[in-house]
């Protein structure tokens, strides 16, 4: 005979433990930090401050007044309602308002929101906000206590950064840059086709920059 009991048990169980929003009671690891999130077409910085809010951080994507180009990137053409399955899913769990950060007032309101949070994330050309006002040299003064972090593909400020400030770039480029494409096609020695380079999937370098971003920031 089937012990009724215990099935319920069972059943309370199993919604206890596939409730991930609910973690026994116990605070995230950064339920208390704020996340300003500037990704403007590009993954990357997506991608870094949704790991921070699956930590239990607070994040604000910060989107221009006409939506950020990465809402509309996806290697399949897939869209739900004119958004990417891609930006879906790696866009969760998060607080959306739009800025225009090349607007006087739109700045006055991101100095706002600056003056409250602990994490800014941007992905803009490197000296943008800086022309604007609103690097991190010039919101440091607002905010001590601001991690800035700039996601570029060659820097800020070093001689490489002045070399390729014009240059187009891609996960693709960047996968060749780095070597991964390398590293994944066959070996030197094989005849061709089979030694030459070969990309791995979609946003390869996204996902090991966005990573590698979250660390600096812990």
Same mark, same amino acid.
């Given at each position: %005979?089937?012990?009724?009991?215990?099935?319920?048990?069972?059943?309370?169980?199993?919604?206890?433990?596939?409730?991930?929003?609910?973690?026994?009671?116990?605070?995230?690891?950064?339920?208390?930090?704020?996340?300003?999130?500037?990704?403007?077409?590009?993954?990357?910085?997506?991608?870094?401050?949704?790991?921070?809010?699956?930590?239990?951080?607070?994040?604000?994507?910060?989107?221009?007044?006409?939506?950020?180009?990465?809402?509309?990137?996806?290697?399949?053409?897939?869209?739900?309602?004119?958004?990417?399955?891609?930006?879906?899913?790696?866009?969760?769990?998060?607080?959306?308002?739009?800025?225009?950060?090349?607007?006087?007032?739109?700045?006055?309101?991101?100095?706002?929101?600056?003056?409250?949070?602990?994490?800014?994330?941007?992905?803009?050309?490197?000296?943008?906000?800086?022309?604007?006002?609103?690097?991190?040299?010039?919101?440091?003064?607002?905010?001590?206590?601001?991690?800035?972090?700039?996601?570029?593909?060659?820097?800020?400020?070093?001689?490489?950064?002045?070399?390729?400030?014009? %240059?187009?770039?891609?996960?693709?480029?960047?996968?060749?840059?780095?070597?991964?494409?390398?590293?994944?096609?066959?070996?030197?020695?094989?005849?061709?086709?089979?030694?030459?380079?070969?990309?791995?999937?979609?946003?390869?370098?996204?996902?090991?920059?966005?990573?590698?971003?979250?660390?600096?920031?812990?």
């Amino acid at each position: %005979m089937q012990d009724k009991g215990a099935a319920k048990r069972l059943s309370e169980w199993s919604n206890v433990i596939s409730d991930i929003m609910s973690p026994e009671g116990k605070p995230e690891a950064l339920s208390d930090t704020v996340v300003l999130d500037l990704s403007y077409a590009n993954f990357t910085g997506v991608i870094a401050t949704t790991l921070l809010d699956e930590a239990g951080a607070e994040v604000i994507n910060i989107e221009p007044p006409e939506g950020d180009p990465a809402r509309v990137m996806t290697p399949y053409g897939v869209n739900v309602q004119g958004t990417g399955i891609p930006y879906l899913m790696e866009s969760r769990n998060k607080y959306n308002i739009t800025l225009d950060i090349h607007d006087e007032k739109g700045r006055e309101n991101l100095i706002a929101l600056v003056k409250k949070a602990d994490v800014l994330i941007e992905t803009f050309e490197p000296g943008m906000m800086d022309s604007l006002g609103i690097g991190y040299r010039q919101l440091e003064k607002i905010n001590p206590g601001l991690i800035y972090v700039a996601i570029t593909p060659y820097g800020q400020y070093t001689n490489k950064a002045k070399e390729c400030a014009s %240059m187009p770039w891609s996960d693709l480029t960047s996968q060749a840059e780095s070597g991964l494409a390398a590293l994944v096609g066959g070996l030197a020695d094989e005849p061709e086709p089979y030694n030459w380079p070969t990309r791995t999937g979609f946003y390869a370098t996204g996902y090991a920059t966005a990573v590698s971003s979250v660390c600096s920031i812990l």
